[in-house]
């Protein structure tokens, strides 16, 4: 049975306005499947899903005239005398698509939902074409809170630490414990067994590898990504030392910028960069990474609890909002800073040393909001847990 994503909710308002909706995100995170649910859900029956990733669907719009297009859509069902409602996906694979959206929006008043597998792709076919003619919407694995619904746990997440008691925490750690390891991929969490989570987490890799790597990248040193890949998830959560890396590679610093950037724009990874103030103990240049899933993490690099923990409150503190982080030279510092205004340390365990720590912190960056994200029960002050997020 579906499951709706959050994401619907934002894209409901505008499902009869002119704009065109456009939807990017990593492979395998459910982008046909939230179109084909938009999809059944338009009242009309002017309308037509294409996917393509066919090359026969491609022909369509390959024509430099448009009208022939518009011919060939109406052999294809659609009345132009009306509204239409043309869904596509995977349009990375098309580089004149924003052209011809452009004139069947301005031409005929066309409603187009499409999906992106990347914005590294969308940002080049869109640039500035549809100006004021789009809306882009991301989609990334699932939040904790759509995990839940995913497993059929119909669960009221508490917003107020003192709502939690002990055994609230336990039933929430439980679930959240399978999250952390598997991560938030929709087919990995529809998968009964260890076993088949596994095996679906190799696919999502092989496939993110072979289509977005290996067929549309164009970069002939694809082995190399690959191993930036497997290194970047060996080091969420770190600071990137381009020289080491680059090093480590045999590629120039210019090269891993370009790759960095590449992966960036796949989705498979973001970079997040100093939140800075005028502390001069303060670390001011160097990013870090963080993974798109925890599942992918933990399955290909098997590193420490803390950091795969880290990673996970990443992925759901992602979709709130711009993430930075605050280090200074002496160590102290935060994991997280959301939107400049409110500040998150993760912690396994934390302690009262800590909580005095960020409440010095959080005062010193005059934040509105500072917390510590912990793993186990605690009665601190500052405390939330990952579930809360």
């Given at each position: 049975?579906?499951?709706?994503?959050?994401?619907?909710?934002?894209?409901?308002?505008?499902?009869?306005?002119?704009?065109?909706?456009?939807?990017?995100?990593?492979?395998?995170?459910?982008?046909?499947?939230?179109?084909?649910?938009?999809?059944?859900?338009?009242?009309?029956?002017?309308?037509?899903?294409?996917?393509?990733?066919?090359?026969?669907?491609?022909?369509y719009?390959e024509?430099?005239?448009?009208?022939?297009?518009?011919?060939?859509?109406?052999?294809?069902?659609?009345?132009?005398?009306?509204?239409?409602?043309?869904f596509?996906?995977?349009?990375?694979?098309?580089?004149?698509?924003?052209?011809?959206?452009?004139?069947?929006?301005?031409?005929?008043?066309?409603?187009?939902?499409?999906?992106?597998?990347?914005?590294?792709?969308?940002?080049?076919?869109?640039?500035?074409?549809?100006?004021?003619?789009?809306?882009?919407?991301?989609?990334?694995?699932?939040?904790?809170?759509?995990?839940?619904?995913?497993?059929?746990?119909?669960?009221?997440?508490?917003?107020?630490?003192?709502?939690?008691?002990?055994?609230?925490?336990?039933?929430?750690?439980?679930?959240?414990?399978?999250?952390?390891?598997?991560g938030?991929?929709?087919?990995?969490?529809?998968?009964?067994?260890?076993?088949?989570?596994?095996?679906?987490?190799?696919?999502?890799?092989?496939?993110?590898?072979?289509?977005?790597?290996?067929?549309?990248?164009?970069?002939?040193?694809?082995?190399?990504?690959?191993?930036?890949?497997?290194?970047?998830?060996?080091?969420?959560g770190?600071?990137?030392?381009?020289?080491k890396?680059?090093?480590?590679?045999?590629?120039?610093?210019?090269?891993?910028?370009?790759?960095?950037s590449?992966?960036?724009?796949?989705?498979?990874?973001?970079?997040?960069?100093?939140?800075?103030?005028?502390?001069?103990?303060?670390?001011?240049?160097?990013?870090?990474?963080?993974?798109?899933?925890?599942g992918?993490?933990?399955?290909?690099?098997?590193?420490?609890?803390?950091?795969?923990?880290?990673?996970?409150?990443?992925?759901?503190?992602?979709?709130?909002?711009?993430?930075?982080?605050?280090?200074?030279?002496?160590?102290?510092?935060?994991?997280?800073?959301?939107?400049?205004?409110?500040?998150?340390?993760?912690?396994?365990?934390?302690?009262?040393?800590?909580a005095?720590?960020?409440?010095?912190?959080?005062?010193?960056?005059?934040?509105?909001?500072?917390?510590?994200?912990?793993?186990?029960?605690?009665?601190?002050?500052?405390?939330?847990?990952?579930?809360m997020?």
């Amino acid at each position: 049975m579906y499951k709706e994503r959050d994401l619907l909710q934002q894209i409901l308002p505008y499902f009869y306005t002119n704009e065109a909706i456009i939807v990017t995100g990593m492979r395998r995170v459910g982008k046909t499947t939230l179109l084909k649910n938009i999809f059944s859900k338009i009242d009309s029956k002017n309308k037509l899903l294409l996917d393509l990733e066919n090359p026969i669907n491609r022909k369509y719009f390959e024509d430099d005239n448009y009208e022939k297009i518009k011919s060939s859509l109406e052999i294809l069902g659609l009345d132009f005398s009306n509204r239409v409602y043309l869904f596509l996906d995977e349009i990375q694979y098309m580089q004149n698509i924003a052209s011809v959206m452009k004139y069947f929006i301005d031409s005929w008043k066309v409603k187009f939902f499409v999906t992106g597998s990347t914005n590294f792709y969308t940002r080049n076919i869109f640039n500035e074409s549809l100006s004021g003619r789009k809306l882009i919407y991301e989609l990334f694995p699932l939040t904790f809170r759509e995990f839940l619904s995913f497993k059929g746990r119909k669960v009221n997440l508490p917003i107020h630490i003192e709502d939690i008691s002990k055994p609230i925490f336990d039933m929430l750690s439980n679930l959240y414990d399978e999250y952390l390891l598997f991560g938030g991929f929709p087919e990995v969490v529809n998968k009964k067994t260890i076993e088949e989570k596994k095996k679906t987490l190799e696919d999502v890799f092989a496939s993110f590898f072979k289509f977005e790597v290996v067929q549309l990248s164009n970069y002939r040193k694809s082995d190399v990504i690959r191993d930036l890949m497997l290194l970047l998830m060996r080091r969420t959560g770190t600071r990137l030392d381009i020289h080491k890396i680059s090093q480590e590679l045999s590629i120039s610093r210019a090269t891993t910028y370009e790759y960095l950037s590449f992966l960036e724009g796949s989705y498979f990874i973001q970079i997040i960069r100093p939140f800075g103030s005028t502390n001069t103990n303060e670390i001011k240049k160097a990013p870090k990474a963080y993974v798109c899933d925890t599942g992918l993490v933990n399955h290909f690099a098997r590193i420490p609890e803390e950091n795969l923990f880290e990673n996970s409150v990443y992925q759901n503190l992602m979709t709130k909002g711009a993430l930075q982080y605050y280090e200074r030279k002496s160590g102290t510092g935060l994991h997280f800073v959301l939107s400049g205004k409110i500040g998150y340390q993760v912690l396994l365990h934390p302690r009262k040393s800590d909580a005095t720590r960020i409440m010095k912190l959080g005062a010193d960056l005059e934040l509105d909001q500072y917390w510590m994200v912990s793993k186990v029960f605690s009665d601190l002050p500052h405390v939330l847990y990952s579930f809360m997020l």
